[in-house]
């Protein structure tokens, strides 16, 4: 049963050692268009410490439910499961970053959620990786989701999924009202609480509006389903061109 939820973006360089790293050729996720993008000024750099102060907050609110089970969900090419010692790299992006042990077999989505993980302490025996194709219909997340509540009594999930990527159709800095009213759709649905609303996001805007995290949101809806939530949207920007969304769920009662 669904103890706790959070949800956090995935862009790479939210691990430190990252920032202004010689050759990065993404800052978000694979959907991300353009080469060469890296923190540079000051506000980039502002912004991924918000960023990343908000993801640990929501991570620690995570494990400090203590939950008998973690699972992190994260979009992929396709669903597949894997325990928490799983490896990840970033190599895909530029730079010779690992996390886990062996070959790197996860995804960006993840590769980052075990770095939260790790970062935040989180015992990564009782945590579990399930990878969902990005191009699943919402009505089977809702399934997987319901599955991942059912594999423990305090199950906690933590969510990693960007928003919409197309905001400056080819000028930076562009608005994108389409972009926007979806990013601002999710975070209502986030703030409040409310796994309905994130259940009935069209799968059919992810490749309009280049969205990595639809699926794996969908997901938490599923496993949240029936429970009473507190919403807390901890942090909402948009940074390369990209939303990125962070909150935490809470179980009342």
Do not use: N
Not at 79 to 87: E, F, L, R
């Amino acid at each position: 049963m669904l103890a706790a939820a959070a949800v956090c973006p995935h862009p790479p360089l939210l691990v430190p050692e990252l920032t202004g790293a010689a050759g990065l050729r993404g800052a978000g996720s694979p959907a991300e268009a353009g080469p060469g993008r890296r923190a540079g000024d000051a506000g980039d750099l502002a912004d991924l410490g918000v960023l990343r102060a908000a993801c640990d907050a929501a991570v620690a609110g995570l494990t400090g439910a203590r939950p008998d089970l973690i699972v992190v969900v994260g979009g992929a090419a396709a669903t597949a499961a894997y325990d928490g010692s799983a490896a990840g790299s970033l190599r895909d992006f530029g730079v010779d970053y690992a996390v886990g042990a062996g070959e790197p077999v996860l995804p960006l989505s993840l590769t980052l959620g075990s770095w939260l993980l790790r970062r935040a302490g989180a015992d990564l025996g009782r945590t579990r990786l399930q990878a969902v194709a990005r191009a699943t219909p919402a009505a089977g997340c809702l399934r997987l989701g319901a599955e991942i509540a059912r594999k423990a009594p305090r199950v906690a999930v933590l969510a990693m999924g960007d928003g919409p990527a197309r905001w400056a159709v080819g000028i930076k800095g562009a608005a994108d009202p389409d972009a926007e009213r979806y990013q601002a759709e999710v975070a209502a649905a986030l703030a409040g609480g409310d796994p309905a609303r994130l259940a009935r996001l069209a799968p059919a805007l992810d490749d309009e509006l280049v969205i990595a995290g639809r699926a794996a949101w969908q997901v938490l809806a599923g496993a949240a389903a029936g429970r009473r939530l507190r919403g807390q949207l901890r942090c909402a920007l948009t940074r390369y061109e990209v939303g990125y969304l962070v909150a935490s769920w809470d179980v009342c009662g």
